[in-house]
């Protein structure tokens, strides 16, 4: 039996996942609902970190890779609907649970080290994010290969946090302005341009890095199906808003998914 992994930041992840998914849910409702209200978007940076680093708990914790890797799968296939309807997206735009799928077969490999597995596997894991164009991309899933390696060092996790963060922000574009409060002379001065490579929408994300290294006293435990429950949950949510704030609900996707599916027999 594999030995555990020792944990440097929070653990508690069934605190987190709730928190990732209300930052999660406030992010799709600024896109789907509230687009007026960029602060939504911002503030949804810090949900996907957070589920990066359950990810890297659960693997260094979990006692059965294959049925952990089951779990995250079934969850995808239910939730796909869903997000195709909620979010607007088509059939072979796939939900975030591809991506975090795809870097837990990475995981497996750097964990075990079977037949030299946590050389190939990071690498299989990289390559088939970019075939399969995962959501957050290739980068998604490097960033949770790269929480494994620092996962038993606070600084390490922060570093990694941080270079990624910049790295990610850079191809994103600058905040003109962050809760209320304009950035534009803030950005002229000497330390806000120092802080600039910050002020972009993906460097955002180091917003989650508090979250991740310190745990919030008090344990909150959810039984394992809630756990996975509360992704299909808050779509549904979000569909239900959608329709009563007369927004267009497009069911026209699960069709379209449909025709396709059909067309292949």
Not at 110 to 136: F, G, M, N, Q, T
Not at 218 to 231: H, S
């Amino acid at each position: 039996m594999t030995q555990k992994a020792s944990i440097a930041g929070n653990t508690n992840t069934s605190l987190l996942k709730l928190i990732a998914l209300l930052f999660m849910f406030l992010d799709h409702a600024g896109k789907m609902c509230f687009p007026d209200l960029p602060d939504l978007r911002v503030l949804g940076r810090i949900a996907f970190p957070l589920y990066c680093w359950c990810m890297v708990v659960g693997a260094a914790n979990t006692r059965c890779f294959p049925r952990y890797i089951l779990r995250i799968g079934l969850i995808g296939l239910i939730s796909q609907p869903l997000y195709m309807v909620a979010l607007h997206h088509p059939w072979n735009d796939f939900n975030i649970f591809l991506t975090l799928l795809v870097a837990l077969l990475g995981l497996w490999g750097l964990r075990e080290k079977k037949y030299c597995s946590h050389i190939w596997a990071p690498v299989v894991a990289l390559a088939l994010a970019w075939l399969l164009d995962v959501d957050y991309g290739w980068k998604g899933v490097l960033l949770i290969l790269l929480l494994w390696a620092v996962k038993d060092s606070r600084p390490g996790i922060a570093a990694v946090m941080v270079a990624f963060c910049l790295y990610w922000g850079s191809s994103s574009y600058t905040l003109g302005s962050l809760f209320g409060l304009s950035l534009t002379g803030f950005t002229r001065t000497r330390l806000g341009m120092m802080l600039s490579p910050f002020l972009r929408m993906q460097g955002m994300a180091l917003l989650s890095l508090p979250l991740m290294l310190w745990t919030i006293p008090g344990q909150v435990r959810l039984p394992k199906w809630a756990g996975y429950a509360i992704y299909p949950a808050h779509l549904v949510l979000l569909i239900g808003l959608e329709y009563l704030m007369g927004k267009t609900v497009h069911w026209e996707h699960l069709g379209n998914a449909w025709q396709q599916f059909i067309a292949l027999f």
